[in-house]
């Protein structure tokens, strides 16, 4: 029986700033048989693409990336924020709603031609996708799809991402 993962996603209306509809997966994350369901869906979306290896940015795509990458026997890649890697590493700036930031992986996180399926909780305006995707091409990967939990569609992340490199794309819910 299929879960309507809508029931999982809590709104708080004004966070982190007036305007702003938060979308929280926590809930889902938290329920055993919905997370299953969430991951799942984007591990059939993903397995046929072939991907060497996930990667998710900082933090909420860990949460969505590990339990693929695990799941598929593939690795997992995070593309960590700016100062958290002890080692070289190339660097990808972009802008998010609210701020901007910049995302590092370690050199020799990804080798060249490995296929890298990229992951997140949520897309926005795109920015921290596709400076993942920036990383993953910088190391010599090629990006063979994105997949979200939810995706906010009047932010218009999806054209952004297509704008950088047309790929398969996935989003479980929209918003």
Same mark, same amino acid.
């Given at each position: 029986?299929?879960?309507?993962?809508?029931? =999982?996603?809590?709104?708080?209306?004004? #966070?982190?700033?007036?305007? &702003?509809?938060?979308?929280?997966? @926590?809930?889902?994350?938290?329920?055993?048989?919905? =997370?299953?369901?969430?991951? @799942?869906?984007?591990?059939? #979306?993903?397995?046929?693409?072939?991907?060497?290896?996930?990667?998710?940015? $900082?933090?909420?795509?860990?949460? &969505?990336?590990?339990?693929?990458?695990?799941?598929?026997?593939?690795?997992?890649?995070?593309?960590?924020?700016?100062? /958290?890697?002890?080692?070289?590493?190339?660097? +990808?700036?972009? +802008?998010? !709603? =609210?701020? /901007? @930031? !910049?995302?590092?992986?370690?050199?020799?996180?990804?080798?060249?031609?490995?296929? &890298?399926?990229?992951?997140?909780?949520?897309?926005?305006?795109?920015?921290?996708?596709?400076?993942?995707?920036?990383?993953?091409?910088?190391?010599?990967?090629?990006?063979?799809?994105?997949? #979200? #939990?939810?995706?906010?569609?009047?932010?218009?992340?999806?054209? /952004?991402?297509? $704008?950088? $490199? @047309? &790929?398969?794309? /996935?989003?479980?819910? $929209? =918003?």
């Amino acid at each position: 029986m299929d879960i309507d993962l809508h029931d =999982y996603i809590a709104t708080t209306p004004d #966070f982190p700033e007036k305007g &702003v509809m938060f979308r929280d997966i @926590n809930p889902l994350i938290g329920n055993g048989p919905a =997370y299953r369901q969430a991951i @799942n869906e984007l591990i059939d #979306f993903a397995r046929p693409l072939k991907p060497d290896i996930i990667a998710g940015p $900082e933090a909420r795509g860990f949460v &969505v990336g590990s339990p693929m990458a695990y799941a598929l026997g593939i690795g997992f890649v995070p593309a960590r924020k700016y100062g /958290k890697l002890p080692r070289k590493s190339v660097s +990808s700036s972009y +802008s998010l !709603e =609210y701020g /901007k @930031n !910049e995302l590092q992986m370690h050199v020799d996180s990804i080798k060249p031609g490995q296929r &890298v399926f990229i992951v997140d909780d949520l897309l926005a305006t795109g920015g921290t996708i596709t400076a993942t995707m920036d990383l993953a091409r910088q190391l010599g990967g090629q990006v063979v799809g994105t997949g #979200f #939990f939810i995706e906010l569609a009047d932010l218009q992340g999806r054209k /952004k991402i297509m $704008e950088v $490199e @047309n &790929v398969p794309f /996935k989003s479980l819910l $929209e =918003y």
